[in-house]
Each structure stands twice: as C-alpha cells, then as structure tokens.
C-alpha cells in the first residue's frame, strides 16, 4: 500500500505541493491527472525518496521514506519522465547492467523474461540510441519491472507516442496492473480512462477530486477535469 499523509512541497515561496493525503492499495491502476505544473512529477519524486518533503510523510509496503528510504526504494518500479537510459548499451546489456544494481539472482534468465514480457525480442541485440521512442519505452518499463517491485510509479509514460506505440504502451501497463500497484501520471484525459481504475486529478498543487472511474459517465470526468483545473 502507499499512504500519502499531508504531504507539503516549498521551492522558496512556491508552494508546489499543499496537504496533500491519498492511499492506494494492492490491485489498484490509479491516475493522477492535472495539467503541466499542477505538482504531479513533485509527488512521485517524494513517494520515490528521490527528493524529500517539506512536510508530511509517506509509507510504502509499511515502510518510511525517512526512516527507511532503501526499503521504499525496492519496492518500487519508477519510470520518470525523462527515461534515463544509456544510448550508447545494447538493450540486453542494460538490463543485465539494471539487474546487477538491484544484485538479482539468475540474470540472464530474468532479462529474458522481461525482454519477453515488454515484447523487446527484435530490439534485444540493437542499441538503445537506434530504438524508436516506443520500444525506448518499453526498455524503461522492462527496468523498472526487472526486480519485480510490488508498486510501479510511471511519470507521464505515454507523452510523445505515436497512435501504435500509445496502443502497445497501455496494453503493457495495463497487464502489469493485474498484479501490482500502479501510479501513473498524465494531463491527457482519455490515457486514465483507457488504463486506470481510479483518478486522483491535482491543481495547484492540491488535490481536487478523487474517484473511482466507474463512477463517471462517459464524458463525466473530462467536464470534471476541465472545470476544476480552470
């Protein structure tokens, strides 16, 4: 489980987070929608211990990002933004090179599967630099799953794709929904209808609805969306 409890973010006299409290449990594909600067890359760095908060706390699988931020750290699967990837490796020696960091027992065996699992089979031997932004994706996605984290935190995974990537991406993340957390974050409205159980939309930093999908009509969330974030 994550557990968001009255979490601030401050740059200087930017507030760019504001008591801001959620949980998510096991089984659950949630969006965290707003528009660009609304605070949704902040928030996954603190769940992440990429940066700290100002105020509040979090917990992940029963663990303190303060008291335990190691802990946290294997148990997720993060996907930033910007996939940092080395252009220059083979596909398959980067995920070997990510399993050695996370000290993984049958290497070879594990990046096979995961090659396997994100359908990366014809790409395995290319360097990433030669991919398509797609299939680099789907190398981001193979390293965030390689240690087989209980929770994925994807931060805007589908931004630049094109209509078959997008496709391929959601199919992917959709799959790995079926036996983990996932937390991904978007400002397009129709990648949280197509893939996640639950929308959590911020503005300014502070969270203005938290529902459930089916508890919408169709169109109901995209007129929410837009009338809350104005």
């Not at 980067?94 to 990366?120: P, S, W």
């Not at 360097?127 to 398509?132: D, P």
């Not at 790995?176 to 996640?196: N, R």
């Amino acid at each position: 489980m994550i557990k968001v409890s009255h979490i601030s973010k401050l740059y200087g006299d930017q507030r760019a987070l504001d008591d801001v409290s959620f949980e998510i449990k096991s089984g659950e594909v949630v969006g965290l929608l707003g528009p660009n600067g609304a605070g949704k890359s902040t928030l996954m760095k603190i769940i992440t211990c990429f940066i700290p908060p100002t105020a509040g706390d979090v917990s992940v699988c029963g663990d303190d990002i303060y008291t335990a931020p190691y802990k946290v750290r294997q148990h997720i699967g993060y996907l930033p933004e910007h996939n940092p990837l080395y252009l220059d490796m083979y596909v398959r020696e980067f995920l070997k090179f990510t399993a050695g960091v996370y000290h993984l027992d049958n290497v070879r065996d594990r990046v096979g599967q995961m090659i396997e699992r994100v359908g990366l089979t014809p790409e395995a031997n290319k360097k990433i630099g030669a991919l398509s932004k797609g299939f680099r994706q789907r190398v981001g996605l193979a390293a965030a799953m390689l240690h087989d984290p209980a929770i994925l935190i994807l931060d805007e995974p589908t931004t630049g794709l094109d209509p078959n990537q997008l496709e391929e991406i959601r199919s992917l993340i959709k799959d790995a929904g079926k036996d983990k957390i996932v937390l991904l974050s978007t400002h397009i409205m129709q990648e949280v209808e197509a893939m996640c159980s639950r929308a959590i939309i911020i503005s300014h930093g502070r969270i203005v609805s938290d529902d459930n999908i089916s508890a919408f009509s169709a169109g109901e969330l995209t007129q929410r969306f837009h009338n809350l974030t104005k």
